[in-house]
T-cell receptor
């Protein structure tokens, strides 16, 4: 069955440290892939997306993600985390009319 | 271009009452999705609609829940005879067509007392 997994429920990093959030998908072909961020009490905001082409995609707020077909992964990275990055991060995939979201990873940032 | 709008932002209902959640998609968007988010959980797909049509309602409970997206006006998610377990945040998302990302509204937080 098609699914998106995010192995880390909760990650804590220090401000200024690098960040990598993991995402794996299960689908027979290459889907469209997305990362969204949700601040407390807010809706979801799109960080970046992968449709095709260059496997390293740049997003807003200094985030990037790399698509690796061999690993069915689409990990999100940021070289230096800011306190304002503390939020919930969701990986999602789209195939046809269907959207599937991962369970989310909560990011905490230590001062 | 205004984003996806949802109202009300907060809704309190007593058990047994009806809840009506509204979603106005972005201008030019004809595809609407509804999701439910329980506390500390991810998004669960409920229903996908295009104008005047329900395309996929596989994520919606068979009873008490219904959704519509009329030719004119917002999309409506209706929950009849609410129960405590319906308390959640309900998000609407829209997109212009297939192959595009979704744009999310701010959500409606339903509390059933």
């Amino acid at each position: 069955a098609q699914s998106v997994t995010q192995p880390d429920i909760h990650i804590t990093v220090s401000e200024g440290a690098s960040l990598e959030l993991r995402c794996n998908y299960s689908y027979g072909a290459t889907p469209y892939l997305f990362w969204y961020v949700q601040s407390p009490g807010q809706g979801l905001q799109l960080l970046l997306k992968y449709f095709s082409g260059d496997t390293l995609v740049q997003g807003i707020k200094g985030f990037e993600a790399e698509f690796k077909r061999s690993q069915s992964s689409f990990n999100l990275r940021k070289p230096s985390v800011h306190w304002s990055d503390a939020a919930e991060y969701f990986c999602a995939m789209n195939y046809g009319q269907n959207f599937v979201f991962g369970p989310g990873t909560r990011l905490s940032v230590l001062p | 271009n205004a984003g996806v709008m949802q109202n009300p932002r907060h809704l309190v209902r007593r058990r047994g009452q009806e809840a009506r959640l509204r979603c106005s998609p972005m201008k030019g968007h004809s595809h609407v999705y509804w999701y439910r988010q329980l506390p500390e959980e991810g998004l669960k797909f409920m229903v996908y609609l295009q104008k005047e049509n329900i395309i996929d309602e596989s994520g919606m409970p068979k009873e008490r829940f219904s959704a519509e997206f009329p030719k004119e006006g917002p999309s409506i998610l209706r929950i009849q005879q609410v129960v405590r377990g319906d308390s959640a945040a309900y998000f609407c998302a829209s997109r212009p067509g297939q192959g595009d990302e979704q744009y999310f509204g701010p959500g409606t937080r339903l509390t059933v007392t």
